[in-house]
């Protein structure tokens, strides 16, 4: 597939079966982000749509929101790993000439838990050395473990397998697969602040504890649409790089072929 070709079918996969790829969705990103919003609560907790907080309440709650906010950024993207899975599971499915629910799915993705979150685990030193660094050389990071997830879900991979998995498929393809992830990230970016927009002013407009709850529903419907397509741009982009180098369009026709010419 081209890039055009990535980026349109990640908008089909949610149009083929909106039922079932909203239901794995919601599944993972409501709850997620509810915690995600309640342990960001302080940090939003007094603001107005006139203005911000005083240099002192920001000094006095700096350090109590801090931990919060990294902590919420940890379980959100870690979330990420498990809709990258099932996602996974789900697509390749259809790519084999079948088809799962919305629970076969996640079922898929949850049975590799341990699996998904030392690949997280793993992964993580890695990009917190890249923020460090001033952002210095993330986008590679992202890009050559992009796959990971899926890797790990559909082909039953241990962490450091999914992880190596995921380098070897990008690597042979890595310009590509670069342009392809940089182009599906700025887009999503756009279009999440977009429609983050109307949410985080309602919310705003509340207390707590409404306000965080608002956020945070406001945020998974975002993420619903914008995230679980940026995450199948990924899914296709493992099929697209299996069929390309490794020929898996002709081993699953061979397969068909064997099982119906019995």
């Not at 079966?17 to 907790?45: E, K, M, N, S």
């Not at 906010?69 to 379980?75: F, G, H, N, T």
């Not at 608002?214 to 945020?219: D, E, I, Y």
Request: net charge positive; charged share 10%; proline share 4%.
């Amino acid at each position: 597939m081209t890039l055009s070709d990535l980026l349109d079918g990640a908008f089909r996969v949610l149009k083929y079966r909106p039922r079932t790829v909203l239901g794995i969705a919601a599944a993972i990103q409501v709850p997620v982000y509810l915690v995600a919003a309640f342990l960001q609560r302080d940090a939003t907790h007094g603001y107005t749509l006139g203005g911000g907080l005083s240099s002192t309440e920001l000094f006095a709650r700096s350090g109590a929101t801090v931990a919060g906010e990294y902590v919420a950024a940890i379980v959100v993207t870690a979330s990420l790993f498990f809709l990258g899975g099932a996602l996974g599971r789900l697509v390749s499915a259809w790519y084999a000439g079948g088809d799962l629910s919305a629970g076969q799915a996640l079922g898929a993705a949850f049975r590799r838990t341990p699996a998904l979150l030392g690949a997280f685990a793993i992964l993580l030193p890695l990009k917190a050395v890249s923020v460090l660094a001033c952002y210095f050389g993330m986008i590679p990071v992202v890009v050559l473990f992009s796959l990971t997830a899926p890797a790990i879900v559909v082909e039953g991979l241990g962490p450091l397998q999914g992880a190596k998995r995921s380098w070897n498929l990008i690597t042979r393809r890595f310009w590509p697969a670069l342009l392809t992830i940089v182009v599906a990230t700025i887009g999503a970016s756009v279009l999440s602040t977009v429609l983050s927009l109307l949410p985080t002013v309602v919310g705003l407009l509340l207390p707590n504890p409404a306000q965080w709850i608002v956020l945070g529903l406001g945020r998974a419907a975002v993420a619903l649409v914008v995230t679980t397509t940026l995450v199948s741009v990924s899914v296709l982009l493992y099929l697209d790089l299996r069929v390309r180098t490794e020929g898996l369009d002709l081993e699953l026709a061979a397969a068909d072929a064997f099982t119906h010419g019995r």
